[in-house]
């Protein structure tokens, strides 16, 4: 669906400042809301927010609809009465630059751990109440997804499909079993999501209440490794005998890469999701926007076909395309939700037939000013803004681009001087606000603008190498980076473009 003339910033909450060595839901994320009102933002775009895994990337998550427990506030947990100051002593000295991952889960886990036991002990009547009624209206995922990661610890953390066949089989006499032995783990994972699901319920509320919409982010595919594949093995591609995928998911060979990109995670056997109606993937899409109000789908291309590879293979090189049945099923997402607020990442090699699909539903498909510039078949001038239509979401670059500063001072002189001719000048606020000022001033309906770039800041701050499995999603800003100027000039821009309507 077409949406209104906006605009709005690109953070993930990992990026927040916080003592605590990792963004979280408490002060500096309502301080960063009142940036966003303040600067006449409509919009703030976050990545997934699942719980990860080793890789600590939003995109391979433990399930696709639970949260992330590093996300809660122990500082909001203070307030609540179930954790004492003595819990905040000694806390180890986090770089404000970077998350330290292994040193944050050290940390914060014995805070949540400490917070669950003091909820069993003290949670006032109303406060069990609410815990009582979350549980049972989210029992369709949640009780999947606690016993899922009780049983993952129980194993010390083997992969499910090295667990006992009883239990990775989910025979109904080993769930039983071991929902009796795990009663008290079980019990800590539904608390975490309890508490992540109230932190972060109240503090949209506030976004909203303000004017700020929050798009949210769907990875198509699932984490082989997720209660998701475990507790719905019928849903995917995988072998029979070892639980494995059969059929992985990936990309074919492209100009970027010889052997195209192999991502490991199953593909969905959409036949059997189909004759179901499409059920698991309806309770996803409602499960989000419970917590959401905007959703980008990314890999949006794979609801018309994707990319299989046959378990074995190392490159994406063998493998085919399979057609999905991607119009029957946003027909009957339509059906079941009303109006479907969605952006389609279409990026890549895209066929008329995606095209076709994105438009007949009136999806606003991604615009990237990044790609508009450069050398060869590296320059794509559909996303140069003479080239778009209003219903289309235009980016200065995504969380898979370097910042526009480090872009723009790691091209060759020729595409540089490209750059110069289109713009005109590079004005003396630098070329972070040259692309933000472009992108504001096109017919995009929406403009998104990562946090990065508003800041102005190089390739030290790019949040995700594609390709490059480790140090990646760890940036995180300090809290005196928003400043009244940038503030300021954000919103002057913002105003002068027509894109803060309210304000």
């Given at each position: 669906?077409p949406f209104s003339r906006a605009s709005g910033i690109l953070l993930h909450p990992t990026s927040f400042p916080s003592q605590f060595g990792i963004g979280d839901f408490g002060s500096e994320a309502y301080r960063f809301v009142d940036f966003l009102i303040e600067s006449r933002q409509h919009l703030w775009q976050v990545l997934p927010l699942g719980p990860t895994g080793d890789s600590n990337s939003?995109?391979?998550?433990?399930?696709?609809?639970?949260?992330?427990?590093?996300?809660?506030?122990?500082?909001l947990l203070h307030k609540k009465g179930l954790l004492d100051q003595e819990n905040f002593a000694d806390l180890p000295k986090f770089s404000t630059e970077k998350v330290d991952f292994s040193r944050v889960i050290q940390t914060k886990i014995p805070m949540l751990q400490k917070a669950c036991e003091n909820f069993k002990a003290s949670a006032t009547s109303v406060q069990q109440q609410e815990f009582?009624?979350?549980?049972?209206?989210?029992?369709?995922?949640?009780?999947?997804?606690?016993?899922?990661?009780?049983?993952?610890?129980?194993?010390?953390?083997?992969?499910?499909?090295?667990?006992?066949?009883?239990?990775?089989?989910?025979?109904?006499?080993?769930?039983?079993?071991?929902?009796?032995?795990?009663?008290?783990?079980?019990?800590?994972?539904?608390?975490?999501?309890?508490?992540?699901?109230?932190?972060?319920?109240?503090?949209?509320?506030?976004?909203?209440?303000?004017?700020?919409?929050?798009?949210?982010?769907?990875?198509?595919?699932?984490?082989?490794?997720?209660?998701?594949?475990?507790?719905?093995?019928?849903?995917?591609?995988?072998?029979?005998?070892?639980?494995?995928?059969?059929?992985?998911?990936?990309?074919?060979?492209?100009?970027?890469?010889?052997?195209?990109?192999?991502?490991?995670?199953?593909?969905?056997?959409?036949?059997?999701?189909?004759?179901?109606?499409?059920?698991?993937?309806?309770?996803?899409?409602?499960?989000?926007?419970?917590?959401?109000?905007?959703?980008?789908?990314?890999?949006?291309?794979?609801?018309?076909?994707?990319?299989?590879?046959?378990?074995?293979?190392?490159?994406?090189?063998?493998?085919?395309?399979?057609?999905?049945?991607?119009?029957?099923?946003?027909?009957?997402?339509?059906?079941?939700?009303?109006?479907?607020?969605?952006?389609?990442?279409?990026?890549?090699?895209?066929?008329?037939?995606?095209?076709?699909?994105?438009?007949?539903?009136?999806?606003?498909?991604?615009?990237?000013?990044?790609?508009?510039?450069?050398?060869?078949?590296?320059?794509?001038?559909?996303?140069?803004?003479?080239?778009?239509?209003?219903?289309?979401?235009?980016?200065?670059?995504?969380?898979?681009?370097?910042?526009?500063?480090?872009?723009?001072?790691?091209?060759?002189?020729?595409?540089?001087?490209?750059?110069?001719?289109?713009?005109?000048?590079?004005?003396?606020?630098?070329?972070?606000?040259?692309?933000?000022?472009?992108?504001?001033?096109?017919?995009?309906?929406?403009?998104?603008?990562?946090?990065?770039?508003?800041?102005?800041?190089?390739?030290?701050?790019?949040?995700?190498?594609?390709?490059?499995?480790?140090?990646?999603?760890?940036?995180?800003?300090?809290?005196?980076?928003?400043?009244?100027?940038?503030?300021?000039?954000?919103?002057?821009?913002?105003?002068?473009?027509?894109?803060?309507?309210?304000?």
């Amino acid at each position: 669906m077409p949406f209104s003339r906006a605009s709005g910033i690109l953070l993930h909450p990992t990026s927040f400042p916080s003592q605590f060595g990792i963004g979280d839901f408490g002060s500096e994320a309502y301080r960063f809301v009142d940036f966003l009102i303040e600067s006449r933002q409509h919009l703030w775009q976050v990545l997934p927010l699942g719980p990860t895994g080793d890789s600590n990337s939003p995109y391979a998550s433990y399930s696709a609809m639970a949260g992330n427990p590093l996300l809660i506030s122990p500082e909001l947990l203070h307030k609540k009465g179930l954790l004492d100051q003595e819990n905040f002593a000694d806390l180890p000295k986090f770089s404000t630059e970077k998350v330290d991952f292994s040193r944050v889960i050290q940390t914060k886990i014995p805070m949540l751990q400490k917070a669950c036991e003091n909820f069993k002990a003290s949670a006032t009547s109303v406060q069990q109440q609410e815990f009582s009624e979350f549980c049972q209206i989210q029992a369709y995922w949640l009780d999947d997804y606690a016993m899922f990661m009780a049983l993952k610890d129980a194993h010390g953390g083997a992969s499910w499909n090295a667990w006992e066949p009883a239990i990775a089989q989910r025979k109904p006499e080993a769930i039983k079993q071991w929902q009796q032995n795990l009663a008290d783990e079980i019990f800590y994972y539904q608390y975490l999501q309890f508490e992540f699901f109230c932190q972060w319920s109240d503090l949209k509320r506030y976004a909203n209440q303000h004017g700020i919409q929050i798009i949210g982010d769907i990875a198509i595919y699932v984490a082989h490794e997720s209660a998701d594949v475990w507790s719905h093995p019928e849903n995917f591609c995988l072998n029979q005998q070892t639980g494995e995928p059969a059929l992985m998911a990936g990309t074919p060979p492209d100009y970027f890469s010889a052997t195209g990109q192999l991502w490991g995670n199953p593909v969905y056997d959409w036949k059997q999701l189909q004759q179901e109606n499409f059920k698991w993937w309806v309770q996803r899409f409602q499960t989000m926007l419970n917590y959401v109000d905007l959703i980008r789908i990314d890999h949006f291309r794979g609801f018309q076909a994707y990319w299989a590879v046959k378990q074995g293979e190392t490159t994406a090189i063998n493998g085919k395309w399979i057609e999905a049945p991607g119009e029957a099923f946003f027909k009957v997402l339509k059906e079941k939700l009303g109006a479907l607020p969605i952006i389609a990442e279409d990026l890549g090699e895209i066929t008329p037939e995606v095209y076709a699909l994105r438009d007949q539903f009136e999806f606003p498909g991604m615009k990237i000013l990044q790609f508009a510039f450069g050398e060869g078949i590296q320059a794509d001038k559909r996303f140069l803004p003479f080239n778009y239509q209003s219903n289309c979401v235009v980016y200065t670059g995504t969380h898979d681009n370097d910042t526009t500063v480090g872009w723009f001072n790691q091209l060759s002189p020729q595409s540089r001087e490209e750059v110069l001719r289109y713009l005109g000048r590079i004005s003396q606020s630098g070329i972070h606000w040259d692309l933000i000022q472009l992108s504001l001033s096109s017919v995009a309906n929406q403009a998104i603008i990562p946090l990065q770039d508003v800041l102005g800041l190089g390739t030290e701050a790019r949040m995700n190498f594609p390709g490059k499995n480790l140090g990646n999603w760890g940036w995180r800003y300090q809290s005196a980076a928003l400043t009244p100027e940038v503030r300021d000039r954000l919103g002057a821009m913002t105003k002068t473009y027509g894109r803060s309507p309210i304000l």
